[in-house]
């Protein structure tokens, strides 16, 4: 007989399992259920030979069919996810092996997103991923902070020829029709040009060196701050970002 606990063979007499202690409730192997076709299987490690399976989870035990010994479906399960990730699960809450509290670690993660340190919510991502390299909520996460940074506006401005918006290594004109992109490398020859000896209106000029090539001229009230700005950006700098923690909410 087997014991109803932990699936150990026992002797026929036997009061209490050699194994786990459990008092002897023993199941017949005859009256376990085998996987059948049609059940959803889930992966799962034999508990005796380490066989790769595909069990029922709503099951409570099965035979394994290389060995033909009797093992609990849950264990089986836990001890395939230990196996391909580390990971185990503790009253609803992933465990590492190595002792690394996953859930804990993604809910720091956000927090920090969420207050737009971006920094340290990178960081306690890929902490998840040393664990478990296929984590979807750490690869979501880091793929959030991704696109926000990427996306970020710098500086914007509504000029005569549509919006213009200084983002992470290039430009963007949104006009009426389509946005045109200009990247930052390709720009030169900016200008400041005054309109009048005297006067205060301004105009941003630049030629882009796309296919065909561009020269572009546009009326703003930021000439100065705007050739500032793609002069950094040109270098890799950029002003300070703000609103971070509300965009990662957001996104």
Known sequence: MYCSSCGAKLP???KFCYNCGAKSGAFDLSKIPHPQPQ???????????GASLEVDSGQKAAVCPYCNSAYIVEKAIQEY???????????????????????????????????????????YFNEVLDSDINSQDALRGIQKI?????????????????????????L??????NPQLYELE????LTIAKKGLFSSGKSLQFTYSGIPERRVAMDTSMAEKWFIAIEDAKMGKYSQMTGLGRL???S
């Open 81 to 123: 996810q230990i196996n391909v990730s580390g990971n185990v699960m503790v009253n609803g809450t992933t465990i590492n092996i190595n002792g690394k509290n996953i859930t804990n670690l993604l809910e720091r993660a956000n927090q920090y997103g969420k207050d737009g340190d971006f920094d340290n919510a990178m960081k």
């Open 186 to 189: 390709k720009i030169f020859g």
């Open 172 to 177: 963007v004109l949104s006009t009426t029709v």
């Open 248 to 250: 990662f909410e957001e």
């Open 12 to 14: 026929d007499n036997a």
């Open 146 to 170: 991704k696109n926000i940074l990427n996306n970020y506006v710098y500086l914007s401005e509504k000029t005569n020829k549509g919006l213009l918006e200084l983002k992470k290594g290039r």
């Open 39 to 49: 059940t959803k299987f889930v992966p799962a490690k034999c508990t005796n030979c």
